[in-house]
């Protein structure tokens, strides 16, 4: 199979000052490479009848009384480099809640916890390779980065392919969000095209009237118009 070529320009920089955690984070020698082991290539592999009914509805999978906030469906599809789909992925999201907290000891921001509300789901990708989740759009909050840093409403996906070395981390943003554009850790990714794969846009085809609203967020493995990922940047 011919594969697309990697646009390396695009992916984030590792070491980028305006991003502090990223100065003791980045390497200081140049990377090694290692072959992958058995156990990478062929498992832990999980199992498709683990989901139960309500995995992918996180307004009430945590307690089953309907969580706080704005309601959206977030949906979209998983393709690889020549638009075709990737049945059976693992796609696994957590937030914060509405008021942009997370349900994390370590969170200590001001905003309360929603007692209905726990942040995370999952789902498997169809034979179209689509996938949806019920969930509510999580509010922006500060983080110890600079004098007064915001982080935009984002919800965090993670996608697991047949085995467990088989693994892509990445962010969903949501369109119109002026604090995208201020954000420390979107500014690490140099191409604004690549930025805006990234951001997931309104989809009144999707939204339910008196309900909630759509977003759409289809995911690129590679290839040219690749979704960028935090983990892995050449994806699968």
Known sequence: MTLLPRNRAAHPVPYAPGYKSS???SPRLPLLSLPTRATEETGPV???DLLGEHDNNLILNFTGTPAIGERVILHGRVMDQFGRPVPGALIEIWQANAGGR???KKDGYLAPLDDNFGGCGRTITDEAGAYEFLTIRPG???WPNGVNDWRPAHVHFSLFGPSFGQRLITQMYFEGDPLIARC???ATIPDPQAVDRLVAPLDM???LPM???AYRFDIVLRGQRQTMFENR???F
Do not use: Q, S
């Open 211 to 213: 309900d909630c609203l």
């Open 184 to 186: 420390p850790i979107v």
């Open 46 to 48: 999980f199992g498709h």
């Open 205 to 207: 085809t999707r939204a």
């Open 23 to 25: 100065v003791p984070r």
């Open 233 to 235: 940047p050449e994806g």
């Open 102 to 104: 997370y349900r994390h």
């Open 140 to 142: 922006a909050y500060p």
